[in-house]
């Protein structure tokens, strides 16, 4: 579901709940409005604990900038699934984002978060990213990949660069 912009997106956000001016019912639907309709300033989008979706990808973010910085920050209790798929979170020339406070499982699949496309400027804080504890013979898993390709995983390029990872139980 996403509606038309009313102009970029700033200021603070929460997914669950009602719809509303500052309040998205998924996140899958914040993830396409800040794709959609840009950010004029800092994002803050507060997740409100549970299930906040599966198999998600957030692509480029118009206006997203070192100055306007967009913020993904969960209650602690919020997840976001792979259901055992290629990914949990998949990061396509994404930049300037925040992911703090998550957890993002894909214990049965191949990557849990994955970058391509020259994602960049991507901070992964006090999260807890959950995969596969051991590849086989038909996939090489990573809890975090970069690939230059959204395809495959063991391809190189410009994958991702100013990536930082602190904190985190992986």
Request: one cysteine or more; proline letters at 3%; aromatic letters at 8%.
């Amino acid at each position: 579901f996403y509606t038309e912009c009313t102009g970029p997106l700033s200021g603070t956000y929460t997914v669950g709940g009602t719809p509303g001016a500052n309040n998205f019912a998924t996140l899958k639907e914040a993830l396409l409005s800040l794709e959609n309709c840009g950010v004029s300033s800092a994002v803050t989008i507060n997740l409100t604990g549970g299930n906040n979706g599966k198999n998600l990808t957030l692509g480029p973010i118009p206006g997203a900038s070192a100055a306007n910085m967009v913020t993904i920050h969960g209650s602690g209790t919020d997840t976001i699934y792979g259901a055992g798929k290629n990914f949990a979170l998949e990061l396509d020339a994404a930049a300037y984002v925040e992911f703090s406070n998550i957890y993002f499982d894909n214990r049965l699949g191949i990557q849990v978060i994955w970058m391509h496309n020259n994602t960049n400027h991507v901070v992964i804080d006090s999260c807890h990213v959950l995969g596969r504890n051991v590849g086989n013979i038909f996939y090489n898993t990573s809890n975090i990949a970069a690939s230059l390709l959204p395809d495959n995983s063991s391809t190189d390029g410009a994958n991702a660069h100013h990536i930082t990872i602190s904190n985190n139980t992986i």
